[in-house]
């Protein structure tokens, strides 16, 4: 499984962004789908996720009510809409893909694929 990751850039502090994580190659093997963040001199944290039977959701605290995470399937295609940002969410954002059943998918552990970070910046 290949992703990409797009979508970054700067943003005003209550703005809005919405990020896309492409898929290629054996996407039918996923179970899952989550964003992971980090920030300068931060470990990398779990944002949300979206499985891929049910299309189910969780997300952080930190972010719940705030980000949507959202699939398009004839795109291979999930998305995470990012709505009042702060400057706290600053970050590169990661897509990874879990290709192995776990009971959860909030560690970064349980993610097999990753794609390269894409960087949002939120100024205040």
């Known amino acids: 499984v290949q992703l990409q990751a797009s979508g970054g850039g700067l943003v005003q502090a209550g703005g809005s962004l919405r990020l896309s994580c492409a898929a290629s190659g054996r996407t039918r093997s996923r179970y899952a789908v989550g964003w992971f963040r980090q920030a300068p001199g931060k470990e990398r944290e779990f944002v949300g996720n979206?499985?891929?039977?049910?299309?189910?959701?969780k997300y952080a605290d930190s972010v719940k009510d705030r980000f949507t995470i959202s699939r398009d399937n004839a795109k291979n295609t999930v998305y995470l809409q990012m709505n009042s940002l702060k400057p706290e969410d600053t970050a590169a954002y990661y897509c990874?893909?879990?290709?192995?059943?776990?009971?959860?998918?909030?560690?970064?552990?349980?993610?097999?694929?990753w794609g390269q970070g894409t960087l949002v910046t939120v100024s205040s």
């Open positions: 979206i499985r891929w039977s049910g299309s189910s959701t």
């Open positions: 990874a893909a879990a290709t192995t059943y776990y009971s959860d998918y909030l560690d970064s552990r349980t993610y097999d694929y």
